[in-house]
């Protein structure tokens, strides 16, 4: 990593000859490409043969062919304003063209390639021919797709062609607007060409892969994104891809296997070899193909592997592209670049975007970025058009390329058809700072032109397009700024896809995560209709549930594999901070929302005392979903590897149904105790209060849920708009009830914490709390910023006991 740059002519240098040192000489990307090969073969990272051609073989080709007094005159007059970006793009590529390739670099380049073929045993193998500028793939700007690449090259002829097309690329119109809005002089870049043997992906897959979390920065997930084919679809944004997410601090165990995200894109195209000679073809793809994951768990470990090797390497972040070879079953990096965006935000610097109002909901799609942006929609259908774009509105359109960065940059937000969080449309919109939502299928019919629109982030993973103005509000804090607390402080979390976002809040873990709210997005199928499925009646029900159970051999698995999952995205952003998973503790009303549930649900008078919470668990009428419950905690526990998981019983009313509970949970493999599992119950139920004894003997802690506890101590529904004035935490009743199951939860020797709203809501709730001595306050992620200081305030007015 510190050897020093290189100096003399060679035109052309084996990629075992380069490494990151001689970016001035053969450019950010093959000066990459020979990090690789040199320095990280040995941690298992493969990588195509192949070779660079240098600056100096590129300023040769300018030289003998006059290009560069050419050159000159032509960027002064766009400079100067007297050319069009256009003319002068169209000139300058022009010039390259028609150059012929001096003597020198034809034998260089042709005598690399026959020593190429040699290699890898093969008579003018088919390679990859990809432009590599000298001030690309830099730390503070990646440059993406500014300049030309060209797949399935074979044979000399075509090979000295495309190379002439490459030095033509440097000279795209987007790449001169992109070193234009850099401040980079055009003729001191100079373009190294890396030509690198083909892996057979069209055969299989290939994708993009980050050694972070791209929307939130969150550094301890490698995010890999995949599609059938070639890269380029991936890369472009073509397709909507197949989306990885790997927690890496645990890939260090091979018994574990934390791929704690898997989503499977739609993949409705691929690119593949032409049936005949050089070039590639767009194919839609099978049925079957869009279904099926492209990677299986090994081969998603084996790129998180790599992926953290090339960082731990490089020691910053990594956009890596890999691919796999369908011949042999290899999988192979191919590209890695620094990261760009999230490398440069502040790690204390907080800022959290928040809707203040609603609108209709025009399109769905994945979120880039965590910002709110609003305008006119201005909906583009192709690059031709681009000219009528009106600077601050929200550009919709099918997918970016490089060519559409001019406008991209003028936008206040982004909607795109295609494509995933790897996408261009996707990397471009985060290094400019504009929100995007990506992949909605049918923004550009759903949203009409000049239709004021809003483009919503703020959500988490999904992004929302919401017709109207929508208000918003934006909250700013240095994190670094705020107080230590002797009070544990614990954030809720509810959403698997919003929780990377909130990794850089000052918190000791989660002190709740509701399994229902996971169980009601992510997999919407209630658990009994799965033991079950003869029992649904409702015939759009089972066309649904089976739907989304494809792929599943047994459709129980569908149930437990994503609870799994979410509960291991929960656990992953404080890890090895606890995570307190809530069992579920839907109403009999919501259980029977859920797609099949109608057929396991009595219609109840009152729901909200009813058949809910503890008291399901161990009774025949849902002993077998409790089961797939357990299932999942288990996986996500021992098979993920997140062992900072601690379940938390609610509404547990006697501790009588503790012990059935606790007997329940050890029949399925969760015993009390047993590989580090701790059990916390919700003190929710005044019986738990006067009764918290004998709970404690069964508990490994308690958390209040102030909500419930306000509802039974004051008999007032907790959902009733006629009664909201009288429900209130801060009644001197309740806050009896809260302070005495404090002092006789210490006198027992376990923790207590609170994980209802009121801390949230009311500060001066939160001072009591800790004036009560309480261990953690959970809050609302939106409410720790500002909660923080007021816990500390209160601190300084209770000397620590």
């Excluded at 937000?413 to 494509?419: A, K, L, M, R, Y």
């Excluded at 079950?532 to 089972?542: F, G, L, N």
Aim: glycine share 10%; with cysteine.
């Amino acid at each position: 990593m510190s050897a020093p740059a290189r100096t003399g002519t060679a035109l052309v240098l084996p990629f075992d000859a380069v490494g990151i040192a001689d970016v001035p000489s053969v450019g950010g990307k093959n000066a990459s490409l020979g990090e690789l090969t040199q320095h990280l073969r040995a941690a298992g990272v493969a990588v195509p043969e192949g070779f660079a051609t240098t600056a100096d073989a590129y300023r040769l080709y300018l030289g003998a062919n006059g290009i560069r007094d050419s050159l000159a005159p032509l960027l002064d007059a766009f400079r100067d304003g007297r050319a069009s970006l256009k003319d002068t793009g169209a000139a300058a590529r022009s010039l390259l063209l028609s150059g012929t390739f001096p003597e020198a670099l034809t034998t260089a380049i042709t005598s690399a390639y026959s020593d190429l073929a040699a290699r890898v045993g093969r008579e003018q193998p088919a390679v990859a021919v990809r432009s590599s500028a000298t001030a690309e793939d830099l730390p503070e700007a990646s440059f993406a797709g500014q300049q030309e690449t060209f797949l399935n090259v074979s044979g000399e002829e075509a090979l000295l062609d495309a190379c002439r097309r490459c030095f033509a690329s440097l000279f795209t119109d987007r790449a001169i607007t992109y070193r234009e809005l850099r401040g980079i002089d055009h003729l001191d870049v100079a373009l190294s060409i890396g030509v690198q043997r083909m892996v057979r992906s069209d055969l299989a897959g290939s994708g993009v892969m980050f050694s972070l979390d791209t929307e939130s920065g969150f550094p301890r997930v490698v995010s890999i994104s995949a599609a059938w084919g070639l890269g380029e679809t991936v890369v472009q944004g073509t397709v909507n891809p197949d989306h990885y997410e790997v927690f890496s601090p645990l890939l260090e165990d091979h018994a574990l296997t934390p791929v704690i995200g898997r989503t499977a894109g739609a993949k409705e195209h691929k690119l593949v070899f032409a049936p005949a000679g050089s070039g590639t073809v767009l194919l839609e793809t099978s049925p079957s193909e869009r279904e099926a994951l492209v990677l299986s768990d090994e081969e998603i470990l084996t790129l998180a592997r790599w992926a953290v090797a090339v960082a731990e390497h490089y020691g910053r972040p990594m956009d890596m592209e890999w691919a796999k070879d369908g011949s042999t079953g290899e999988l192979f990096m191919v590209q890695a670049r620094p990261e760009t965006v999230q490398a440069q935000r502040s790690a204390s610097s907080f800022r959290v975007h928040r809707l203040t109002g609603t609108g209709p909901v025009l399109a769905r799609g994945a979120a880039i970025g965590d910002a709110v942006a609003s305008g006119e929609a201005c909906v583009i259908a192709d690059t031709s058009d681009i000219g009528r774009f009106r600077d601050g509105a929200v550009l919709v359109t099918t997918m970016t390329d490089p060519d559409w960065v001019p406008i991209m940059k003028r936008a206040s937000g982004i909607v795109t058809d295609h494509g995933g969080p790897t996408s261009h449309a996707a990397i471009v919109s985060r290094e400019l700072g504009v929100p995007a939502v990506v992949g909605t299928v049918q923004g550009t019919t759903a949203i009409a032109d000049g239709a004021p629109i809003t483009v919503s982030c703020a959500q988490g993973a999904e992004g929302l397009v919401l017709g109207g103005l929508v208000p918003y509000e934006v909250e700013e804090a240095d994190i670094g700024s705020l107080p230590a607390t002797r009070t544990h402080v614990m954030v809720n979390l509810a959403d698997p896809s919003a929780a990377f976002r909130w990794w850089r809040l000052p918190t000791a873990g989660v002190g709740l995560a509701r399994m229902e709210f996971i169980i009601s997005t992510l997999i919407r199928i209630h658990p009994m209709a799965l033991v079950h499925p003869e029992r649904v009646e409702d015939a759009e029900d089972r066309a649904e549930i089976g739907r989304l159970t494809r792929g599943y051999a047994d459709p129980t698995e569908y149930f437990v594999d994503r609870l799994a999952r979410g509960i291991a995205k929960i656990a992953a952003p404080f890890h090895p901070g606890p995570a307190i998973v809530r069992l579920s503790d839907f109403k009999t009303n919501e259980y029977a929302g859920l797609l099949g549930g109608a057929a396991f649900e009595d219609a109840e008078e009152n729901p909200m005392l009813g058949f809910r919470g503890a008291s399901r668990y161990y009774d025949e009428r849902y002993r077998e979903g409790f089961a797939l419950e357990c299932r999942a905690l288990k996986k996500a526990r021992e098979e993920l590897g997140f062992a900072n998981v601690v379940v938390m019983v609610p509404f547990c009313r006697t501790p009588d149904e503790a012990d059935a509970v606790l007997a329940a949970m050890a029949e399925h493999g969760l015993a009390r105790g047993e590989n580090g599992l701790k059990v916390y119950m919700m003190c929710e139920i005044p019986s738990n209060v006067i009764r918290a004894e004998e709970f404690a003997a069964r508990f490994d802690g308690f958390s209040i849920g102030s909500n419930d506890l306000t509802q039974l101590v004051l008999g007032v529904d907790r959902d009733s708009a006629l009664l909201s004035a009288r429900f209130d935490e801060r009644d001197p009743a309740v806050t009896a009830m809260i302070a005495e199951a404090i002092r006789k939860a210490h006198e027992a020797g376990i923790p207590i914490g609170i994980c209802g709203q009121g801390p949230s809501n009311h500060p001066d709730f939160a001072q009591f709390l800790v004036g009560e001595g309480i261990d953690s306050i959970s809050l609302n992620p939106d409410s720790v910023l500002r909660t923080i200081p007021v816990i500390a305030a209160a601190e300084e007015r209770r000397p620590p006991t």
